[in-house]
């Protein structure tokens, strides 16, 4: 009984990765059967490029990165590149995670003048009135 279990729980494993991994090249192929010149990429090496041409026929692609024009299989390309947004260090907190900010202190931050601007202003208003 005990055995049977484990025959089963081993096929269902084998059956889910080989149905994943299936969906995964489906996933490659269709990203590769639509790369458009324009679209910027990065490859297994990490060069980041624009697509220039792509060759179905022999399965090539070129890309132009900062000028230089280099050719790759279309294995060599990882993915379509997205750049991270910046986060400056003040906007996260110690864990990495980015700050709340409350748009309402904002406003009313800009809103209130600061010390030195009163002071200075009523400087100019006692010169003005002497």
């Known amino acids: 009984m005990f055995l049977i279990v484990i ?3 081993m096929f269902g494993m084998m059956f889910w990765q080989s149905k994943k991994a ?5 996933e490659r192929q269709d990203f590769r059967a639509n790369l458009q010149p324009g679209t ?3 490859t297994i090496g990490g060069v980041i490029g624009k697509v220039v041409s792509v060759d179905t026929e022999y399965e090539e692609i070129v890309i132009d990165s900062e000028g230089s024009q280099i050719r790759f299989g279309f294995n060599a390309i990882s993915r379509e590149y997205v750049r991270p947004a910046y ?8 864990n ?6 409350d748009s309402a202190d904002e406003d009313q931050a800009a809103q209130e003048p600061i010390e030195g601007d009163i002071e200075v202003a009523q400087t100019e208003t006692e010169q003005k009135n002497n």
């Open 40 to 42: 910027e990429v990065i």
């Open 7 to 9: 025959m089963v729980v």
């Open 96 to 101: 990495g995670n980015p700050l709340p900010t």
């Open 87 to 94: 986060v400056h260090d003040d906007e996260v907190d110690e």
């Open 22 to 26: 299936k969906q995964q090249q489906a």
